[in-house]
């Protein structure tokens, strides 16, 4: 059986008196796209801050590629290939689009910064993920919450990841944004890497993700295949109940289970 | 390079799978092509003003003093404040790199009073070598500061309490190498004595070095434009490059003249340009520099993109410790003697006020090591001006606490500019 390409081994993790993840098991294949699901604090961003280096897990083992790896900070998780779009972008706003892209991988000749082919770079990158960004040079701070979003997003491709998480990226995306980015994501998943997927719009995951992992109370609470799973399944696994509130209202039509 | 590869094979991937959703790529790249121009309107609404209020009220503080006193712009007394701003200045350049990073070091004053009685004790009192002695002296400061960045960074003491424990406590050490005289005198033609007291009288080397830094500064402009047009991006107009150089150069053949017709090139103003110089350029084109904006703009998605947090914020107490320990000198030089004058307060005062009146912004991420000469220079000409028309201090203390209010609202106002762009 071919090793998964990340793989996630009783992970737990503890923010003073809350167990926030109690021995979490994933794995995430190459050339897979794993949906991640679960109720509000159900662990899911802390899940992404263990895999991404920026909040490392108090126990458990990660693998890469069948072999233990330390991530404890994240240049650990860049280092392995590991990119990450954060639910709160983690961008400076003092800084332009350049200068955010490239933050902790500038690229400079004899030590000065190659302002030049770092926004040349960004102009190709933006260009060839067909994304408008009105003006390269202006703070972060300047530009809409979407725009944001999309900055992210496009830096987290600047060096092809070998496995890109996602927290909640399509929230403030516009339609067509949204579909962008799940092309993104297929053109990734189909170049051979590993994509985890965080999202509350069930029509999102249909459209791309391969498995769903739900979540609940920092607990594993199912595994399931997109293609032979029902709407209803998964969101009672994540709310932990089948006679829900949320299954008795007729569903929003981009949420429709086709 | 192999990324680079790798994502033309992407594009095309993405060009025959997705074209139809996709927008048109000339549409996109023309709305990028943006003049300077129209750059500079963009900044210009947003409140971002540089140093535009700063160098108005530079020219608002001459013109009055100057119109209240004939004597205020002369070759004298301009030449005079060329040297006297150095100390603080000096201090106040590593008061910026602080502030860049949301930081404040409030032991700056009295690390510059130690390094004066360092330096004065060790030469005059234990006979060590002037070089010796001062290599010491900074040393000491670089040390100082590393120690409060350890301190803050690894224990987690806020930088407000770290470095008021610093100004009380090297203060003290101060005092008690100074000893119950308080005063140390040193050699008037020593080795730190001539930092201040070198003139540059010939007119060769001042013309030589104000030509110098202005073809310096024409050339790299020029060779920037030149790879800008070469990579097919938005480039500055030559015209406006011509514009920027003259500009420079007007500002600083006036300067040399000007100090010419006193001693001439003060040493310790070409120091402290050489500083700044370099300052500058570490800060805005290095990745160290970039990293530096980085942690002003937030700490916690520069440690998520990969800065070393807890280096980068050392580093930034060692360069604000070293530079107060070098203003230090040059103040003690002043005198050539080493006295309590800079732990009193007022140098860490003016060092702060200094950066923040030139634009640098206490709340982190915006600023530059020109504005702590701005700054210095806008604060010693209202003290000199002060001084020639006879004012007592304390009407002095009352107008740069002014300015410096002005200072800071100004700084309020463009960062709550910022914010409700964000949000918008």
Known sequence: MVQPLLALRGVSKRFAAVQALVDVELEIRAGEVVALVGDNAAGKSTLVKVISGAGPADKGVIEWEGGAVQIKRPQDAQALGIATVYQDLAMCGNLDVVANLFLGREIHRFGILDEVEMERRTRELLQILSIRIPDVRAPLATLSGGQRRVVAITRSFLDPPRLLLLDEPTASLGFEQTNQLLDLIEELRDRGAGVLLISHNMGDIKAVADRVAVLRLGRNNGLFNVSTTSQEQIISASTGATDNAALDRPPRPEEAWP | MAVRGGWREWRRGIQVRGAGRRRDGRRWYAGHIRTYAGAARRRLREGELGPAPALLALAVTWIVFQSLNENFLSPRNLSVLGVDIVGTGMVAVGVVFVLLIGEIDLSVGSLAGLSGALFAALNVTHGMSEWLA???????????????????????????????????????????????????????????????????????????????????????????????????????????????????????????????????????????????????????????????????????????????????????????????????????????????????????????????????????????????????????????????????????????????????????????????????
């Open chain 2, 134 to 424: 001062v290599i010491i002296a900074v040393g000491c400061g670089a040390v100082a500061g590393a120690f409060h960045g350890f301190v803050f960074t690894k224990i987690g003491v806020p930088a407000f309490v770290v470095t008021l424990a610093g100004l009380l406590a090297w203060n003290g050490l101060m005092l008690y190498l100074l000893g119950p005289e308080s005063t140390i005198h040193f050699s008037e033609d020593g080795l730190v004595a001539e930092l201040t007291g070198r003139h540059f009288g010939s007119a060769a080397v001042g013309y030589g070095l104000a030509a110098l830094g202005t073809v310096a500064y024409l050339l790299v402009a020029h060779y920037d434009r030149g790879r800008r047009v070469a990579a097919g991006m938005p480039y500055r107009p030559v015209g406006e490059i011509w514009a920027r150089t003259a500009l420079l150069a007007v500002v600083v053949f006036v300067a040399v003249y000007v100090l010419g017709r006193f001693e001439g090139l003060p040493l310790a103003l070409l120091i402290l340009l050489g500083v700044i110089v370099v300052s500058d350029v570490l800060l805005r084109r290095t990745p160290y520099g970039r990293q530096v904006h980085a942690l002003g703009g937030g700490v916690e998605a520069a440690r998520r993109a990969g800065v070393d947090v807890a280096r980068m914020r050392i580093s930034v107490f060692v360069v604000s410790g070293t530079l107060a320990a070098v203003g230090g000198l040059f103040v003690a030089s002043r005198l050539a003697s080493a006295t309590q004058v800079p732990g009193s307060g007022m140098l860490l005062i003016n060092a702060i006020a200094a950066a923040v009146i030139g634009g640098t912004s206490l709340f982190g991420g915006r600023g530059s090591t020109w504005s702590a000469l701005l700054g210095v220079l806008i604060i010693q000409s209202i003290a000199s001006g002060m001084a020639l028309l006879g004012v007592q201090s304390a009407v002095q203390f009352m107008i740069t606490g002014g300015v410096l209010l002005i200072a800071v609202v100004f700084d309020s106002l463009a960062r709550r500019a910022a914010e409700s762009r964000g949000r918008a």
